[in-house]
């Protein structure tokens, strides 16, 4: 049998490097391989592409430079904004149901807060309300959570579903009713798709990943408004001025600024083009099958996101027969053992159980092509009829 | 053929997969998250499932996990909860193959495309006259047709054991020659969702209330009480703190109802037959003269099965619990015929005087 076509739809997990980025990368895993915290002449050469890359990823989100704190991934950046400001202030935790585990985790593990979401995945206004108008009072009854709120967590991109959130009420709730805490948003599945300098207003922390961008995994981004101040995870060297010991990444950190500066400058062009795919992927699928259902409407979220619940499908099955014809797309996140976990996104937002096990997330970003989407177009029907047909036969036997 | 093979991280299962592979079938390795909770020696620990995923990246075979946890505990873990409340000793390992390692990775299989499935178990299925036979592994010692009886022909007819037909040393040596990481791993023994160091007691002292029993001889004499009656079991002599015994002392009965343990010595033990329920036949239903093991690696014990699920021993034979699987075998003790779950003595039975109102129903298949 001949190889199928490969087809990458899982963006979200993880989208190719830019060639500019791998090419940028390049010179700093061999000539160019110097520490950059020492005073030679070689430092001093990877010390200044270290301070050039800070410059553009400040200049990307509407930042300084000095406000920009290089982490070894995403989940560091915050982890490094929810620990480091309980670790500083004390106080407590609040996000919402449908967070991302490396905040929703935390959260929880700290005694936090953790408020419902809209049937789209976004916060609930009220609820949020309700869990910053309720200060010192542990209503739970658990360990922690005592004080006041100190830092309220809402990522502004939904990495499952794709939703985007409220970013601007959200802030405006949290300033009114929490003077006092900070504002954090994991805005890893935002870069491509907002203009981030439109986010940092708004907020007080933000965590980046590269290679959700463009750049390579290893390196993530804590922008960090000029007056709040964290707890660093990390003690050590007192590298990225004591908020995060530990030698620069310098290939990936210029790998990054390189990746970012391109999706920045693309980013318009770039959401039309996908969200046209986007479109005629989802309406092509809707076309040729019934019970196809968009888990979110596209007004609520990003172009690349295509989170799809198939009817009388379970998503092991189907990502299977996907993988089988070259299609790479995901469900809900693993478990330490590789097993898919019942999507905690989807329960959060009250997505029923039925449709909840045959959810696919299709993800597409800047290299999906048109003959991707013909290819998905031409093979998930009839995967699809025939899941639907053999356990119509599995249960009548 | 096109053959998805349940890969538990396991020597079987790894050797399995080599002979699939060397025989020219298209294998996908497949390890099943079954317990979510705490679990030291299981299945599924995450260092089996890297055992499953490397060995399988070592022959070049695709690797997956498939999460069957909800169905696990549904089918496995609540049943198993729930028989201890009515007396009944179950054994979860058995109705894990039933309704996962077979049922739903067959039904699976069949959905995604695959001719067949395979696992690791020591057990043969032989094409005979255009029938499906299930025999008993090559390795006597390390036989598991017992926990595998309930496929019937068209399971049978879709499902491969490549290393049945191997001793477990030539398994271990096989898997040394291809250097596989497993090849050394010691054999599963135990439960996979109650821990070494919880055990039993405290898995289910999480998840139904203990209560205390009273302890009687068949007379209805007083001698004593039990802390929990959820945790005893028929034929069991220890843990019972019969203060002043002068004798050896089992347990003859259990009636979760009135909270009442009855003990008697071994030689009340002895039963006349029991009664099977939930009969399942690999091929035609049987009657007459059969072979029956009532454990993992008991001995087989000869009898005479009438078509009401009456099995009556040829000599009497110590007890069996309530819940445990009887699988029968033919008269060479090599094919098996199918099994079914111990529920009572016969009708009849002299042995236990005491009548319970046991009813294995929540533990039926």
Redesign the interface.
Known sequence: MAEPRFTYLDHAATTPMRPEAVEAMLPFLSERFANPSGSHRASRDARRALDEARDVVADCIGAKAGEIVFTGCGTEADNSAIYGTLRRSGGFAVCPANEHHAVLHVVEHTGGRVVGVDAVGRVDLDSLAQALEAPGADTDGDSGGGGQVSVVSVMAVNNEIGTIQPMAEVSALVRRLAPNAVLHTDAVQAACWLDLATITPLVDLMALSAHKFGGPKGVGVLWMRPGVYIEPLLQGGGQERDRRSGTHNVAGIVATATALALTHAERASAITRIAALRDRFVDGLQAQLRGVRETVDREHKIAGSAHLCFEGCENEELLFMLDEQGICASAASACASGAMEPSHVLAAMGVPRAWARGAVRFSLGTTTTDADIDHALTAIPSMVDRLRAGRQGAMAS | MKVLLGMSGGVDSSVAAALLRDAGHEVVGV?M?LWGGESDTGC???AD?DDA?RVAQQLDVDH????F??EFNTHVVEPYVQAHTVGVTPNPCIECNRHLKFDRLL??A????FDAVATGHHARVVHTDGRWELRRGVDRAKDQSYVVHMLGQNALSRTLFPVGEMTKAEVRVRAAEMGLRTAAKPDSQDVCFITSTGGRETFLGSRIPFRTGRVIDREGAELGTVEAIELVTPGQRRGLALSGAPKRRYVLDIDVATSTVVVGSEGDLLESGLQIHGMSWCDEPVTGSVLAQCSAHGDPRAGVLDNAGNLRWNEPQRMIAAGQSIVLYDATDDRVLGGGICVKGVEGDPAPTFVSPRTGAAWLP
């Open positions: 390890t998250r599924c620990s995450v499932v995923r997956l996990v498939f999460n946890t909800e039904e699976r069949d959905v995604l495309g």
